[in-house]
C-alpha cells in the first residue's frame, strides 16, 4: 500500500511559478513511477508528466505543459516534484500525483496504468 499527499498549490498570476510536492509513504517509492495528471472543473482528467521508477532518467510530458513544467523525484525523500514555470489561466485545475508499478514509456500517459493516487492540490492561475 503506497499513500500520496500532495501539497504545493495556490494562487498565482499568470506567468508565476509554483513547486508541487507529492510525499509518498512505503520503502519501495524508487519501484514506481510516478506521473501527475489535472483535471478542472468540467474537464476530464488529463496527463501532465511523469517520471520513470528508480533514477528517474526517463520523463514525459504532456504537449501543452513540455517545456514550462518540470517533473523530478528524491528517491531519498520519498519525494516526486512538478515544477511549473510560465504558468496559464488554463493551468487551473486541481493536481493528482499517482504511481505506477510497473508503468513505463507512453503508457505512463494513461491513467489506468496507476495504482495510488493522491488527494490532489488546487492550483489556480489568475489572469
Known amino acids: 500500500q503506497v499513500q500520496l499527499v500532495e501539497s504545493g498549490g495556490g494562487l498565482v498570476q499568470a506567468g508565476g511559478s509554483l513547486r508541487l510536492s507529492c510525499a509518498a509513504s512505503g520503502r519501495t517509492f524508487s519501484t514506481y513511477a510516478m506521473g501527475w495528471f489535472r483535471q478542472a472543473p468540467g474537464k476530464e482528467r488529463e496527463f501532465v508528466a511523469a517520471i520513470s521508477w528508480s533514477s528517474g532518467s526517463n520523463t514525459y510530458y504532456a504537449d501543452s505543459v513540455k517545456g514550462r513544467f518540470t517533473i523530478s523525484r528524491d528517491n531519498a525523500k520519498n519525494t516526486v516534484f512538478l515544477q511549473m514555470n510560465s504558468l496559464k489561466p488554463d493551468d487551473t485545475a486541481v493536481y493528482y500525483c499517482?504511481?505506477?508499478?510497473?508503468?513505463?514509456?507512453?503508457?505512463?500517459?494513461?491513467?489506468?496504468?496507476?495504482?495510488?493516487w493522491g488527494q490532489g492540490t488546487q492550483v489556480t492561475v489568475s489572469s
Open positions: 499517482a504511481a505506477s508499478y510497473g508503468g513505463s514509456g507512453n503508457r505512463l500517459q494513461r491513467g489506468y496504468e496507476y495504482d495510488y
